[in-house]
């Protein structure tokens, strides 16, 4: 009996859904806080964001001319398998399944859990847990509501893509009709203040400024990713050549827009000094703005933003570790269609498991920075394989990327650079957590999966 195959659902808004969904989480919801207190001054904290928005704008037009040239599902791994070969492949796709989806579907779990938190204190997964194993096991009520958040939509992805889009289209289209309407009101009646933007807070970061923004762009690309989540779903879109480079650039240039305004609104509401090592920076803005009973409202919705994060995530993920398994290298377990609901059902259930694991154990300061650097790192090595694979016979290249080419790749791959130097050098737990990862996954490789 022949394996099934993945399905062509996915249409333009479905894949635009994703992308947007996959984007607005953690990063705009829980970031900018630290970035108050790292940078100090109130028109860097919202200039980052648009330095964040040309970069993964650059690298949004490289990978829409690599996902028309190579529409299969799993994205980075897709193309570093064809750019520099299959070893370079299965890190990408090792990459992904820690730091690209279950560590950051983890982090927005755990956010969601402390913006629910406004509302039944218990749920606060900042606190200290009483009962931890040594320090590193969290069973807490909000790791563990986080995990049964993440649970449900792992079942809901077993049933079907199709189910879990739509589930997705609505979710975003919640999100993104309350941003905009948070932004609204926020300028219209909010009782924020123009002074704002022109008090600097006391730093906390002891490092240069440069040295500083070069490391706190780290987490505005943290903040940024899943502009290439369409991409990971290529394999279940239809018209791919089409679809692909339409539903990046959309929603990648959509949410830089919402990004950079949300900024201004957390500033017109707060002062940088009031904003330093705020973890759920929302839902203190709201507060701000609109008193308890608005800012109770705001925290409720932007919880479903959360969700919606969380959703998206939890369906790209496993398609990686499908194309993996696929290509023989990952457990073959993980290509296992089921024959009914068409779903890459062992793939889910494993990244629930390991997303599982990192919400009892880690928190969210911690995963954001190794996420970010294992991130910018593959993101970089996937835009860089772009120059090579374009000297393949019949690559069709991209009107926007022949522009001013090689700028696109150029802008991408020496942001990378810029940020991983300084995020080794300020950063070295989290910096060595990453790398560590990949040695791991490359002695997994040539023990496991070298023969495949």
């Known amino acids: 009996m022949a394996q099934p195959a993945l399905r062509r659902e ?15 989480g953690t990063g705009i919801f829980g970031t900018t806080g630290f970035l108050a207190g790292d940078l100090g001054r109130p028109s860097l904290v919202v200039g980052i964001w648009v330095v964040g928005a040309v970069v993964a704008t650059a690298g949004c037009l490289c990978y829409s001319e690599m996902g028309v040239n190579l529409p299969e599902s799993g994205g980075e791994y897709v193309f570093l398998r064809e750019a520099w070969g299959p070893l370079w492949g299965f890190l ?15 982090a927005n779990a ?4 402390e ?10 997964t900042s ?6 194993i040594r320090g590193w096991f969290h069973p807490g009520p909000g790791q563990w509501l986080a995990v049964g958040i993440v649970c449900v939509l792992a079942v809901v992805n077993v049933f079907g893509l199709k189910l879990a889009a739509e589930l997705q289209n609505l979710l975003t289209g919640i999100k993104i009709g309350v941003l905009l309407l948070f932004l609204a009101l926020a300028f219209a009646i909010g009782h924020g203040s123009l002074s704002h933007f022109s008090q ?18 780290v987490w505005v690309m943290f903040g940024y990713s899943g502009w290439n ?46 904003m330093k090592g705020v973890e759920a920076i929302g839902e203190a803005s709201a507060g701000a703005l609109f008193g308890m009973r608005g800012g109770n409202f705001f925290s409720a919705i932007m919880s479903v933003g959360l969700l919606s994060c969380v959703s998206a995530m939890v369906i790209a993920g496993p398609r990686v570790y499908f194309a993996m398994a696929a290509d023989g290298c990952f457990f073959s377990s993980a290509a296992r269609i089921h024959p009914r609901w068409g779903s890459p059902i062992w793939a889910v259930i494993f990244q629930f498991l390991a997303s599982a694991v990192m919400i009892l154990t880690g928190t969210f300061k911690s995963l954001v920075i190794y996420i970010g650097f294992a991130l910018v790192f593959f993101a970089a090595m996937a835009v860089a394989g772009l120059v090579r694979l374009r000297r393949r016979a019949g690559w069709k290249r991209l009107a926007a990327v022949n522009f001013g080419y090689p700028l696109a790749p150029a802008v991408f791959i020496v942001a990378s650079a810029w940020m991983l130097s300084y995020t080794a050098s300020l950063q070295p737990k989290e910096t060595g957590l990453g790398l560590l990862t990949i040695v791991l996954g490359a002695g997994l490789y040539f023990w496991r999966f070298r023969h495949a």
């Open 92 to 106: 990408s796709g090792w990459i992904s399944f820690f730091a690209g989806f279950s560590a950051p579907i983890a």
């Open 200 to 217: 600097n807070a006391v730093r906390t970061s002891t490092s240069s400024l440069p040295a500083q923004f070069a490391v706190s762009l």
């Open 115 to 124: 913006y629910l938190s406004h509302f039944v204190p218990s749920l606060a």
């Open 229 to 274: 989540a369409a991409t990971y779903v290529s394999g279940e879109i239809k018209a791919p050549e089409r679809t692909i480079p339409a539903s990046l650039v959309t929603g990648t240039l959509s949410v830089a827009a919402l990004y950079v305004l949300l900024n201004v609104a957390y500033v017109y509401a707060l002062p940088l000094e009031s």
């Open 110 to 113: 755990l956010l969601l859990s």
């Open 127 to 132: 606190h200290e847990v009483s009962g931890g």
């Open 10 to 24: 996915l249409n333009f808004t479905h894949a635009t859904a994703i992308v947007i969904a996959n984007m607005i």
